[in-house]
């Protein structure tokens, strides 16, 4: 769990996540699957081999290829063949990389950044994670809305006990 301090403007640094996952563009399909799972996030940084932010996979990018309509599969289910061609595709998928999945345009923070101005722009924006950034552009974290109202809550039950 990130270190909280209770000062009146929190930075982003004082409730991102350090320990993040990171892959390369040429990381395997698969591989992300295992990387997003065994690590229970849902977005992974692409970085390049000096750690720079060029994209950003999410469990929603990996579930495209596999059923590019399955948001509507899920909503109203017509047949289990559907499913079946599901799986099929995931065979189908085993040559594809990072870089074919990701998103390249990535909306990010700085770790400077204050919190309720990163919490803003993923509104804004309609992301529930950002990449953190340091003044290099090499990633150094990972910020989502849960960590925020964690430490927003935290900060306000602290002062009323």
């Known amino acids: 769990m990130p270190h909280v301090y209770y000062s009146e403007h929190m930075l982003v640094k004082d409730v991102m996540t350090s320990k993040v996952k990171s892959i390369l563009s040429t990381t395997p399909y698969k591989e992300i699957w295992l990387t997003s ?4 996030t849902n977005a992974l940084p692409v970085v390049d081999a000096k750690g720079t932010l060029v994209g950003l996979v999410t469990r929603d990018d ?6 590019p ?15 079946e061609e599901m799986e099929d595709r995931m065979k189908e998928l085993a ?16 770790h400077t950044t204050l919190v309720m101005r990163a919490l803003s722009r993923m509104i804004v924006r309609r992301v529930n994670q950002l990449p953190v950034l340091n003044e290099k552009d090499s990633v150094i974290g990972i910020v989502t809305k849960g960590d925020i109202f964690l430490a927003l809550f935290q900060k306000n039950f602290k002062k009323k006990s």
């Open 37 to 40: 799972f065994h690590s229970h």
């Open 95 to 110: 040559g594809l990389k990072a870089v074919d999945v990701m998103q390249s345009h990535v909306i990010f923070t700085r």
């Open 62 to 67: 990996l579930l495209r290829p596999i059923y």
């Open 69 to 83: 309509q399955y948001q509507e599969v899920f909503e109203s289910i017509e047949s289990v063949s559907d499913f």
